[in-house]
């Protein structure tokens, strides 16, 4: 073979590539699609958090504070009332991040303003302490555990 002959076919191999790789790729898009329909994604972002539950919260509650029997019957629609705003708050598509972030915010605070209202002085302390804490810590970070300790310490990790 020739070299002009090689510079020839050389040629053709190039532009012919792209193509090539386009074929591919379309012929297998569908049979992807298809995989990634049947599985389970991520919860969709338009819904409470799970957490969101009244009688979980107040079970939490009145084990976590003590609650009398009136502070639960006053309590309970604070928080119904609380989920139900979180609730339309989530399925308002048309907020941008920041604003439902804001309005999860004004949610939250009517919630713990009116609970504190309710709770005596040894509760009302615990909770705003527990709530300050819960507004420091990561989502999922339980924090230090009681007593100080740790445990093993943690292998490090190659970043």
């Known amino acids: 073979m020739e070299e002009s002959e090689a ?6 191999k190039i ?4 193509l090539i790789s386009a074929v591919a790729l379309f012929a297998l898009l569908p049979a992807s699609c298809s995989a990634l329909a ?7 972002m338009g819904g409470p958090p799970p957490a969101m539950d009244v009688d979980k919260q107040l079970s939490s509650m009145t084990k976590h504070y003590a609650l ?3 502070q639960k019957t006053q309590i309970r629609p604070i928080l ?18 920041e604003d439902q972030f804001a309005a999860m915010r004004r949610i939250h ?3 713990v303003s009116k609970i504190s209202a309710i709770l005596n002085d040894n509760q ?12 420091h810590e990561p989502p999922g970070d339980p924090g230090p ?3 100080g300790g740790g445990g093993p310490p943690l292998p490090a990790q190659n970043l």
């Open 145 to 147: 555990p009681p007593d």
């Open 38 to 44: 049947q599985e389970p994604g991520p919860p969709p």
């Open 80 to 97: 119904a009332d609380a989920k139900k705003q979180m609730d339309a708050l989530f399925q308002n598509t048309s907020l941008a991040p």
């Open 124 to 135: 009302r302390a615990k909770y705003q302490k527990d709530q300050e804490r819960m507004m």
């Open 68 to 70: 009398s029997d009136a």
């Open 15 to 18: 532009r012919a590539l792209p």
């Open 109 to 111: 605070d009517d919630e």
């Open 7 to 12: 510079k020839i076919l050389m040629k053709y």
